[in-house]
């Protein structure tokens, strides 16, 4: 009974997660639509959504072994590790709902400031910081074997220093061109083409999000699911869970981190259909690339990346203040949600089987209020997402945001 | 430090990619309107008395069909790896198991 209990929890954490991951990343690929004013706003989340939707159903292939990335918790077959297993699994859920936690403070936080981060290594960060205190050094794939791009070095920490840098060259680079050919035909003409080819594009990136990101959430509760012995299947994933994992994304997605679209769209460069196109044509080029060459990279490193090409390939004024903001906080993301999954692991070891996790539970669901309510203060939504770019609308938060503490 | 040179190495082939995918194709999209503004003439173009040609038309039709290919593969691209299928070029492209 009480290992049921929480694997219910652990299950709809991870749901939870899922919605962040999709509200956290609708900017990616529609911020620049909807500042070009090439969709509407609510017409660009609901082409989003829709598309995350068919994605995450398109995806068939099994992500099983998606924590090996960073943990070991589960072996190569993504079976979970025996010794993880008495008492209905209930040490490895306790790491997976920690680390689960540790991903939705560090988005909704991020989300709060207004700051575009990547969902999987929030999520990623959680699961270290929580094997870390719960398994010891040992438990984390730092390295992988060097025998091909693994671990923490390899999968989160060289992808995020490498990704934006290429989506910047190649993003720029297209700009350049675009405004090059395009010289001496009317402004007007080019922006209404461009808006098409922007569409394109972005629709792109919102179907390849889909594929990518729904994925990771139905391995992290299909593996739960084995660890409490409710699913024995390795090669497949319950119907239920791609249900579930796809409509949560996609609501997300819906939902539209507004925050979030705003600071890509207007806070780092003024942006127009031209360099709109030629931001999502090379973010979904580059996504699709890297993942044909097994080089995983962030969807969210690359469109920020992206935007920020557009701006120095035109030669406009980038906000560099405002990169360097985001730059700052992919650097934490890592250790940041690790603090907090450790945190999380540490009070639900501490308190023991159902009461540990449900305080876990309680915990995240308190943090989550509190930032909802804070966000209240400045409030972002379709109707002012566009509105002119005067500072950072959400600096005044960051004290209270860097520090943890209320004003 | 393994991972450093591995991701180097997958880093300028993703740069490559990138660059002739996303960089290239937006390339031919311009030009196919830069094409199109010459088949028009007239407010299309900066000189607005610029007289129409047929040819352009032609030409911007067919730059824009070329960027379709291009998103067509990248759909097949995505779908084909969601049921475990890779794109090959062999040079054309076809699907092989993964």
């Known amino acids: 009974m009480t290992a049921t209990v929480v694997l219910v929890l652990v299950v709809v954490t991870a749901l939870a997660f899922d919605f962040t991951n999709g509200f956290h990343d609708t900017g990616n690929a529609m911020a620049t639509s909807i500042a070009t004013g090439a969709l509407a706003p609510k017409t660009a989340v609901i082409l989003s959504a829709i598309l995350n939707l068919v994605g995450a159903f398109l995806s068939v292939e099994v992500a099983l072994t998606v924590t090996n990335a960073v943990v ?4 190569k077959s993504g079976a979970p590790r025996p010794d993880l297993l008495s008492d209905g699994g209930s040490a490895l859920l306790l790491i997976v709902l920690a680390g689960l936690c540790g991903g939705i403070v560090w988005n909704l936080l991020t989300w709060l400031l207004g700051l575009p981060s990547s969902s999987s290594h929030a999520l990623f960060g959680g699961l270290v910081g929580a094997t870390l205190v719960g398994l010891g050094s040992d438990g984390v794939n730092w390295a992988g074997d060097g025998s091909k791009l693994d671990g923490v070095l390899g999968k989160v920490v060289m992808p995020a220093l490498l990704s934006p840098l290429i989506a910047v060259v ?34 792109l990136v919102s179907l390849a999000h889909g594929t990518n990101d729904a994925q990771k959430t139905m391995g ?22 791609k249900v579930a994992c796809a409509v949560a994304i996609a609501l997300g997605t819906y939902l539209g981190g507004w925050r979030i679209i705003r600071t890509l769209g207007k806070g780092l460069v003024e942006i127009s259909s031209p360099q709109g196109m ?38 406009t004024e980038v906000r560099w203040g405002v990169a360097g903001r985001m730059v700052l906080a992919w650097l934490i993301t890592l250790p940041a949600a690790g603090v907090v999954g450790a945190t999380m692991w540490v009070v639900g070891h ?29 409030h972002v ?24 503490s209320a004003r | 430090m393994n991972n450093v040179t591995l991701a180097l190495d997958g880093a300028w082939k993703v740069l490559l990619t990138g660059l002739l995918l ?21 407010a299309a173009e900066v000189d607005a008395g610029a007289p129409p040609h047929p040819a352009g038309q032609v030409v911007g039709a067919a730059c824009f069909a070329l960027v379709l290919v291009g998103v067509g593969l990248g759909l097949t691209f995505i779908v084909a790896s969601g049921f475990g299928k890779a794109l090959a070029f062999t040079p054309w492209p076809t699907l092989v198991a993964k």
């Open chain 1, 72 to 75: 070991r918790i589960q072996d």
């Open chain 1, 170 to 203: 190649v993003a720029s680079v297209g700009t350049w061109l675009i405004y090059r050919i395009t010289s001496g035909v009317a402004a007007r003409f080019t922006e209404q083409g461009c808006r098409w080819g922007q569409i394109g594009s972005a629709s």
């Open chain 1, 220 to 241: 992290v509760i299909t593996l739960a699911l084995i660890a409490a012995g409710h699913w024995s299947d390795t090669k497949a994933v319950p119907l239920w869970v």
């Open chain 1, 278 to 315: 030629a931001a999502e044509s090379s973010s979904a080029a580059v996504i699709l690339a890297s993942s044909h060459l097994g080089f995983a990279l962030s969807t969210t490193h690359v469109a920020t990346g992206s935007i920020l090409g557009t701006g120095v390939g035109r030669g």
């Open chain 1, 350 to 378: 501490l308190l023991g089987g159902l009461l540990g996790a449900a305080t876990v539970f309680g915990i995240l669901l308190a943090l989550a209020g509190w930032m909802y309510a804070r966000s209240k203060r400045s």
């Open chain 1, 381 to 404: 939504d379709h109707t002012n997402v566009n509105d002119a770019w005067t500072g950072t609308p959400t600096s005044q938060l960051e004290p209270a945001g860097a520090d943890g």
């Open chain 2, 22 to 42: 996303g960089a290239g194709l937006p390339a031919i999209f311009a030009l196919g309107i830069r094409a199109l503004a010459y088949g028009r003439g007239g």
